[in-house]
């Protein structure tokens, strides 16, 4: 009797395991990896002018990006950017 | 020549030579203990022979006062100070019990944005060369408040308790530290349950290390006595028999750079002990932490 019941209580206790701390650690593990990707408006400024550089170097573009901006999915972040190229220079062009 | 050493033989005796360590006591979040850790570690280490200056930049909302039962001695404050209202000295009142403790009270009536981040800087320097350690009581929050309380410090004591609120808004404050180039900040982790811990149904040291990657100063365990202390103004580190006065006691130690090991907080775990664990009425019975 007394074995059932110690049983009965080490059962419950799993299961609330699984419910609290495991499900806190979780969160916590997806949460703070986003909250570590927010990027601040000044850091994405001087990535999108090093990025135009970069890209001016090769083709001839538009001053403005149409879109630059940090998208989330479930588990993965993306950069997305656009921008319009007025102009491929001949030697970027393969032969 | 002669002069000048004379001069540098008056300033060691004056003590204009020493440079105390100023150190911060944040969490981001609000109400996870760092007013009561401030005062529990400044009285720990004025215990220990050093002379302690706690301040509370909490600007309108002043409390490191009553925490220390110090409320009633308040003439200026932290604003007074750096106005120049009244002489340093006049604004630090001296605590009760440890006559190397003083206090720098937060105005009650002004807001955050009456000092600079330079103001602090500049009061923390002059109070270095006079005391041992600075203990930067900081607001709760990422705004002015806490800008103005980092501003002097270079180091920093991150308080959180095992709550998944609690540590997000710590990893926040990690990193605003390192931006503001306050690097290696330590961890306190208030309010531990060690039943729930035992249980799996609260986060341990372990877990936490793993998601803040910071170093553990301590774990201070839940404790009714703390509360009672605190009731009465007098920060619970005096009370030899509190659990969590012990706790201040071995992170004061490791603080002062004595290597003193972290305990596991199991709950007592006697024949009695387990009976009543089974039964669940085994609250607040704690072995030391």
């Known amino acids: 009797m007394r074995e059932l019941i110690k049983w009965v209580i080490s059962k419950r206790d799993q299961t609330r395991i699984v419910a609290s701390k495991i499900a806190a650690r979780e969160r916590l593990q997806m949460v703070l990896m986003r909250d570590r990707m927010e990027i601040s408006p000044d850091i994405m400024d001087a990535l999108k002018t090093d990025m135009k550089d970069v890209m001016s170097r090769y083709l001839v573009v538009e001053d403005e990006f149409q879109e630059f901006a940090i998208h989330r999915s479930e588990e993965s972040v993306f950069l997305v950017s656009n921008i319009l190229v007025k102009e491929l220079p001949r030697n970027t062009v393969t032969t | 020549m002669l002069r000048h050493m004379l001069g540098d033989l008056r300033g060691i005796a004056e003590g204009h030579y020493m440079t105390g360590r100023t150190i911060v006591i944040t969490s981001g979040k609000g109400g996870v203990g760092k007013t009561t850790t401030t005062a529990n570690l400044g009285t720990g280490l004025a215990m220990r022979g050093h002379r302690v200056v706690v301040i509370d930049t909490d600007i309108g909302l002043r409390n490191l006062d009553v925490v220390m039962g110090l409320e009633n001695r308040i003439v200026y404050d932290l604003v007074d100070i750096i106005e120049g209202n009244c002489k340093m000295h006049q604004g630090m009142i001296k605590d009760k019990n440890h006559p190397d403790l003083y206090l720098i009270p937060a105005a009650q009536t002004r807001d955050k944005n009456c000092i600079t981040e330079e103001q602090v800087k500049e009061l923390c320097q002059k109070l270095e060369s006079e005391f041992d350690y600075v203990l930067i009581d900081c607001p709760a929050g990422i705004e002015q408040g806490f800008r103005n309380a980092i501003a002097a410090a270079k180091e920093a004591i991150i308080v959180t308790t095992p709550e998944v609120s609690a540590i997000r808004d710590a990893d926040r ?48 365990p839940a404790d009714d006595r703390l509360i009672t202390a605190t009731n009465q103004g007098t920060p619970v580190i005096n009370d030899k028999r509190a659990v969590s006065g012990a706790a201040f006691s071995r992170i004061t130690a490791r603080i002062d750079g004595d290597d003193v090991p972290l305990m596991d907080l199991d709950p007592k775990t006697g024949i009695m002990g387990k009976v009543k664990e089974i039964m669940g009425i085994n609250r607040g019975a704690y072995s030391h932490a």
């Open chain 2, 173 to 220: 404050v990690i990193g605003l530290l390192a931006a503001a180039d306050v690097h290696n900040p330590k961890l306190i982790i208030n309010r531990v349950r060690p039943g729930m811990v035992k249980r799996g149904e609260m986060m341990d040291k372990d877990d936490i290390i793993d998601l803040l990657a910071i170093e553990v100063l301590g774990m201070v």
